[in-house]
């Protein structure tokens, strides 16, 4: 499951525009401002425009003041298999090192016949570096 999971989320981004949050895919509806932290944020309803496995139904947090997508949050608009069912998604992205990236990703699903699973994807702290070098090793000496 984990494999399928993962062979679809590679397949998902060699097709670019099939799944991106834009107006191709979406309809979007304003619920209202949120304040996290110090981070003001639009928060939208994101309703996908056909039923496809790659395009969520549910919930996306804006940063007010850059626009970029701090959370989505939702259910796939198609059922991505006959075992999967009851899906719930959750990405959230951050600025790590000068780059917006997915920091965490977490799912929830029924399958059929196992029961209830969790798959929760690494967690990166924002400001933290991405390498695997020692700290020690990656700076030059003088």
Same mark, same amino acid.
């Given at each position: 499951m984990v494999r399928?999971?993962?062979?679809r989320e590679?397949?998902?981004?060699?097709?670019?525009?099939?799944?991106?949050i834009s107006r191709t895919n979406y309809d979007f509806v304003f619920l209202r401002e949120e304040t996290f932290g110090v981070v003001p944020e639009h928060v939208?309803?994101?309703?996908?425009? *056909?039923?496809?496995? =790659?395009l969520l139904r549910g919930w996306i947090w804006v940063d007010a003041r850059?626009?970029?997508?701090?959370r989505i949050e939702g259910v796939p608009a198609k059922s991505p298999s006959f075992w999967i069912k009851d899906i719930?998604?959750?990405?959230?992205?951050?600025d790590v =090192?000068? %780059?917006?990236?997915?920091?965490?990703?977490d799912a %929830? !699903?029924?399958?059929?016949?196992?029961? *209830?699973y969790t798959l929760a994807g690494l967690t990166i702290p924002a400001g933290h570096s991405l390498s695997t070098?020692?700290?020690? !090793?990656?700076?030059?000496k003088e």
């Amino acid at each position: 499951m984990v494999r399928e999971l993962l062979d679809r989320e590679t397949q998902s981004a060699k097709k670019g525009l099939g799944s991106q949050i834009s107006r191709t895919n979406y309809d979007f509806v304003f619920l209202r401002e949120e304040t996290f932290g110090v981070v003001p944020e639009h928060v939208l309803r994101i309703v996908p425009k *056909r039923k496809d496995k =790659n395009l969520l139904r549910g919930w996306i947090w804006v940063d007010a003041r850059t626009f970029r997508i701090r959370r989505i949050e939702g259910v796939p608009a198609k059922s991505p298999s006959f075992w999967i069912k009851d899906i719930h998604i959750t990405l959230q992205f951050a600025d790590v =090192n000068g %780059m917006w990236i997915p920091t965490s990703f977490d799912a %929830m !699903a029924t399958v059929r016949l196992l029961g *209830r699973y969790t798959l929760a994807g690494l967690t990166i702290p924002a400001g933290h570096s991405l390498s695997t070098v020692p700290q020690e !090793a990656a700076s030059p000496k003088e």
